[in-house]
């Protein structure tokens, strides 16, 4: 043999340094919506828990509420842009392939030397995302890692389809990860069933678009009764192998931040999981809708800026949605 190949300067743990936030500036409520689609305000709210929501302006781009959410983790957590080793943005909603989102992100920063991928999970893209940044902290490929959800549901939502345009929102959320000094973020648990790939999809393709722009455009759809039912059955069960996996009980968590799908799957999950009144539940759905991928992040910032969680609490974050995919992981809140 004639040489060896050098180990990465490792780091022993990983944890959140920074969390940070964007919200559309046009909050639109239930009665607005019913402009369009024949529902009441109170039907939408017992369907789904949601009050408001945020629709992001023309202006107010995913790489333009990437970056603001980024800045302001960047800023919390101390970090300068040109300190960033890599660049993870989680996205349902971006309409072209290519560029990738991170690297316009990266590139607005001022991140020059950060390497920037895209990551589809769907509404569990950010805590897969989180997975991988932390991976990359331990294993010494990068020391820090800027982890971003961000989404403008609103390009690939119907508005006159009632099953999904009262749910989908606009926003994002984002986090720094670095080295700690003790274990910040736990062992992702993880899974996927495609057998229910098709209870949350796009309908329709951009070629019969160009061909008909008026009626051609794909467009997401769901079962949400398919959706919901899996989430019971298989991401439910996966919340108590998260914690399992990082060494905490239910009685010990400080926080529960799930996906912010719908009221009522939050608070059947956290009676299943048996929180008490002292675990925060994230509600966050109430004034934000569902943002996919930017759901967790910015319902974690929600809590924090609230004053509800501080640093050094434990909030189990948890993942789900199209593919159907889950990602879950028990963090320490800077």
């Known amino acids: 043999m004639t040489g060896s190949i050098r180990a990465a300067a490792r780091a022993e743990h990983s944890g959140i340094l920074g969390v940070g ?21 109170e039907w939408i709210e017992s369907r789904s828990g949601i ?16 970056r603001a959410a ?16 890599l660049v993870l943005v989680a996205s349902m909603s971006q309409l072209v392939q290519t560029p990738p989102l991170a690297v316009l992100l990266a590139a607005g920063l001022g991140a020059s030397g950060a390497a920037a991928v895209d990551i589809s999970g769907a509404c569990a893209g950010f805590c897969h995302a ?3 940044g932390s991976d990359a902290v331990r294993a010494g490929s990068a020391r820090h890692v800027l982890v971003v959800g961000a989404e403008r549901m609103t390009d690939i939502v119907d508005p006159r389809d009632r099953s999904v345009s009262v749910l989908f929102a606009d926003g994002a959320g984002a986090v720094v990860v670095g080295p700690a000094a003790r274990p ?9 069933d495609g057998r229910y790939a098709d209870a949350l999809r796009m309908s329709g393709s951009w070629a019969r678009f ?19 039912r899996w989430a019971m059955d298989e991401v439910a069960p996966a919340a108590d192998r ?44 109430v004034r934000a809708g569902n943002t996919s991928a930017a759901s967790v992040p910015l319902a974690l910032e929600a809590l924090l800026e609230s004053g509800a969680v501080g640093t050094g609490d434990t909030a189990l974050l948890l993942g789900f949605g199209a593919g159907l995919n889950y990602a879950g992981q028990v963090v320490e809140l800077p």
């Open 21 to 41: 936030g964007y919200r559309p500036r046009r909050v639109v409520g239930n009665e607005e919506l019913c402009a369009a689609i024949d529902s009441t305000p």
């Open 51 to 66: 009050r408001e929501r945020g629709f992001a302006a023309a202006d107010e781009t995913l790489p333009m509420m990437a």
């Open 70 to 85: 980024a800045e302001k983790a960047l800023a919390q957590a101390g970090t300068a842009p040109s300190d960033v080793d």
């Open 130 to 132: 989180l997975a991988i």
């Open 184 to 192: 910040g973020i736990s062992p992702v648990v993880r899974g996927a």
């Open 210 to 228: 160009a061909a008909d722009p008026e009626s051609g455009r794909p467009w997401m759809r769901m079962d949400g009764r398919r959706v919901f």
């Open 242 to 285: 998260v914690l399992r996996e990082a060494g905490v009980t239910a009685g010990q968590l400080d926080a529960f931040v799930p996906h912010q799908a719908n009221l009522r799957m939050i608070g059947l999950m956290a009676e299943r999981l048996g929180l008490t009144d002292r675990t925060v539940v994230a509600r966050d759905v």
